[in-house]
């Protein structure tokens, strides 16, 4: 199994990249926000609890995506591979996705960081809200407070992977193919 996790700030191209990534290398996409996008639609419980957080610029409680991820994994013990895009977000996250993977007698074996400077995170997520439908890219209030999210509980993941040595920083600025260019090469060196 070759797992990967596509790592970044939001609006670094977590989605967009892996679209082709999982199409390339043949990997299971598994996208928490996805995942939340789909109960809030389906208007399920976890849901309509989901959307309250999300719409503030929130992390969803770990349990909830922990939980999510879990099972997943259970319906999809013969993938080749996982490409983990947006999760985990905080270190009890990781812990748990560790954890969870062990039990297949597998790991991470990257975790491929996409860097991008503020000011092009705030202009692609405003952007995206013009057209996406989705409330949390709508106002600047909000996607700056994603943005303080994510440097006050999800910048100390790559931290905690870079202790195993698994991270590789990426620019993520750029055209999609020059930095879908950057990804392969970095996955094309572990793989061979
Ligand atoms: P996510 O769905 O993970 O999405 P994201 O961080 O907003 O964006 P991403 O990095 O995927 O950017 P994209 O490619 O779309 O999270 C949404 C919310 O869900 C979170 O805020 C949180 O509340 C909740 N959530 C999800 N996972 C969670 C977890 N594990 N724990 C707790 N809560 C969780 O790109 C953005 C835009 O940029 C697009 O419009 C795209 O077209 C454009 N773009 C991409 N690459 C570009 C490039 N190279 N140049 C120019 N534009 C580009």
Redesign the pocket.
Known sequence: MFNIILF???????????ENLVTKYQLKHL????L??KEIAAETPLGKA?KL??DE??????E??IGMIGSVLKNNEHAKGFLF??????VA?SEALDELLKQEKAEINVVLA?EVGEE?LMK??L??GLT?G?S??HSQEIVRE?IV?YHKKTTIVADYYKQFNKVVSIK?????D??FLSLCNEIDKRLS
């Open positions: 970044g700030p939001p609006g670094s191209g977590k989605g967009t990249q892996s996208s928490t926000g996805e939340l996008r989901a957080v999300m610029g929130h992390l969803v409680p770990d909830v995506v895009d947006g999760f985990p977000r905080t996250q996409l092009e692609r997520l952007s995206r996406s989705r949390d890219d994603r999210e993520g600025e750029g055209t999609v020059e930095i």
